[in-house]
């Protein structure tokens, strides 16, 4: 049974930063895609980053050059290091990754998120002015 914890949301005022991991569990797969997603409340659950098992990586156009997503050298763990936040990043984050299919050439602000297979319950991102 795969499983997989988010932690490391929290509260900060714009231009802090925060770094959420997500450690998966019952994992075997040699080949797929992680991505880490957001949903705001009243808006459509979107991605925000993706990284390859080949270790190539996809951004938002919104959190380029903000944020970076990256994996322990193991590759047990994610990262989602954010900084220079701003309001509109608050949102619940997951984490969530396929089923050993690497990443799909799809768009990943809205499409990718429906060839995740196993998902996160979420950690809260709050940035205030």
Same mark, same amino acid.
């Given at each position: ?7 490391? @949301?929290?509260?900060? +005022? #714009?231009? %802090?930063?925060? $770094?959420?991991?997500? /450690? ?5 797969? !040699?080949?797929?895609?992680? @991505?880490?997603?957001? +949903? #705001?409340? %009243?808006?459509? $659950?979107?991605?925000? /980053? ?5 270790? !190539? ?73």
């Amino acid at each position: 049974q795969v499983q997989l914890v988010e932690s490391g @949301g929290g509260s900060v +005022q #714009a231009g %802090g930063s925060l $770094r959420l991991s997500c /450690a998966p569990s019952g994992y075997t797969y !040699s080949m797929y895609c992680m @991505g880490w997603f957001r +949903q #705001a409340p %009243g808006k459509e $659950r979107e991605g925000v /980053a993706a990284i390859d098992s080949d270790g !190539s990586t996809n951004y938002a156009d919104s959190v380029k050059g903000r944020f970076t997503i990256s994996q322990d050298n193991a590759k047990l763990t994610l990262y989602l290091q954010m900084n220079s936040l701003k309001p509109e990043d608050t949102a619940m984050y997951y984490c969530a990754t396929t089923g050993g299919l690497r990443c799909p050439s799809v768009r990943l602000e809205t499409d990718l998120l429906y060839y995740m297979d196993y998902w996160g319950k979420g950690t809260q991102v709050t940035v205030s002015s």
